[in-house]
């Protein structure tokens, strides 16, 4: 089975129904007495993109910028009279409502304090409790199928209710779908992609982007904004690496074949040897900004992304039924018992009639459990002549399990972004 998977984002302004993913940064700023500074320059510089954000406090000294992308950042504060405040190694997450209070001092506007640090830990501008997968655990931490859903079960409020533990490719929307988040009902939460609802009606994932692709994943489990409203569960919010001033790209293949990998349980039964197997999950990513030479330079303003992701698979999996014996095939049931070691009686339906008590039907059975030939169906025998013949002795008196075959199975998806 082959899945093709393409998925186009166009930003355009229309009446859709989206989520604010990005960040922000609010706080206060005051002079050496601890009074309100009006009207100081505030600008918040992302380092990898060189994109500038800015606002000015008003008469109660408060500042606010919004829809700042997740990053590192310098946080600069300017007014006349006052020395520059510089705050260095801002390190901002998607979502994140980070508060820096700014305290100025009086001087020239040419000198500055620079204050190097992180974000504050604690957010202090709402009650949301979330859980954030930054992109180095994306590309560090090992994920079967790499599917990033894989991965939110290591957070707290999060739930895995499938019973399904194999490996998750992009396209195994069962295991991402069956989430109880927050003590939330399955089907309850909602995934969004860099704002825009990832969900169909019912709540299950419409598309799941390559590992490669994404720059942080969040997990908000309960006090999320008004935003979120629609929902009874948590928020699942991918967000897409949005590209830098630098040119960045990866190029891989995860192979995995029979040789690293144990026998199936059947075969294993059966004493069979290993089934071949090849799995290769392959792409690459590719970001930066949009330079086109004598054209355009995009960078600080523009950039690009473009993701693939395609799987091959050559496996084979063994699979046990339960076929008719030989005899079984002409009518002759005299050694069908089940697995407690009972015969099991096969009684003819042409001789159905009332019984003694005048209240239950009764029937005789075939003498010697044997159906006789003239009564057996052409039609149905025909079709049993297509069954294979039992190839194991097959488990208990009933010969349960008594027949084994492995069966090849092709499987790939081409995933592109």
């Known amino acids: 089975m082959y899945v093709r998977v393409i998925c186009l984002m166009l930003l355009v302004a229309s009446a859709s129904i989206a989520q604010e993913f990005r960040a922000s ?10 009074g309100s500074v009006q009207a100081a320059r505030v600008v918040a510089r992302n380092v990898e993109r060189g994109l500038q954000y800015e606002s000015l406090t008003d008469s109660n000294g408060q500042y606010r910028i919004d829809f700042l992308l997740a990053g590192s950042y310098t946080l600069r504060v300017e007014k006349p009279q006052f020395k520059t405040f510089v705050r260095e190694g801002l390190s901002i997450s998607s ?3 980070i508060a820096v209070d700014v305290p100025l001092e009086l001087g020239v506007i040419s000198e500055s304090i620079i204050v190097v640090g992180d974000a504050p830990l604690l957010r202090e501008a709402d009650a949301t409790r979330l859980g954030v997968i930054e992109n180095r655990t994306l590309e560090r931490v090992p994920a079967g199928g790499r599917n990033v859903f894989a991965l939110q079960y290591d957070l707290p409020g999060v739930v ?11 396209y195994a929307f069962g295991n991402v779908n069956s989430v109880s988040i927050n003590g ?6 909602e995934i969004t992609i860099d704002g825009l609802t990832d969900t169909k ?28 409203g629609r929902l009874g569960g948590g ?9 830098t001033n630098l040119l960045h790209g990866q190029l891989y293949d ?12 059947v075969n294993n039964k059966n004493s069979s040897p290993r089934p071949p197997f090849k799995n290769n999950t392959f792409g690459f990513e590719f970001d930066g900004p949009v330079v086109i030479p004598g054209v355009a330079d995009g960078r600080n303003k523009v950039f690009f992304l473009l993701s693939y992701e395609g799987l091959r698979e050559h496996a084979a999996g063994g699979q046990v039924r339960t076929l008719p014996l030989p005899e079984q095939r002409g009518g002759d049931f005299s050694q069908l018992y089940n697995d407690a070691g009972n015969l099991i009686t096969l009684y003819d339906p042409q001789t159905t009639r009332l019984g003694p008590d005048g209240k239950t039907y009764v029937r005789t059975a075939f003498l010697g459990n044997i159906i006789p030939l003239n009564r057996i169906n052409p ?3 025909k079709a049993t002549s297509f069954y294979p013949v039992p190839n194991l002795p097959g488990d208990g008196p009933g010969h349960q399990n008594n027949y084994s075959r492995v069966l090849p199975n092709t499987n790939g998806y081409d995933s592109w972004l």
């Open 379 to 381: 039609v149905a025998a």
């Open 25 to 34: 940064i609010s706080g206060t700023v005051r002079d050496s007495r601890g």
């Open 184 to 189: 939330g009902k399955v089907g309850e939460n």
């Open 160 to 170: 895995k209710t499938s019973t399904y533990w194999g490996s998750m490719e992009l």
């Open 201 to 228: 009606s019912d709540r299950s994932v419409v598309f799941v982007p390559a590992l490669s692709a994404i720059q942080e994943f969040t997990v908000q489990t309960n006090s999320y904004d008004a935003q979120f």
């Open 254 to 265: 995860y192979f995995k074949n029979d040789k690293l990998r144990a026998n199936d349980w």
């Open 235 to 243: 928020v699942s919010m991918l967000n897409l690496k949005s590209g």
């Open 95 to 97: 979502t994140d409502r």
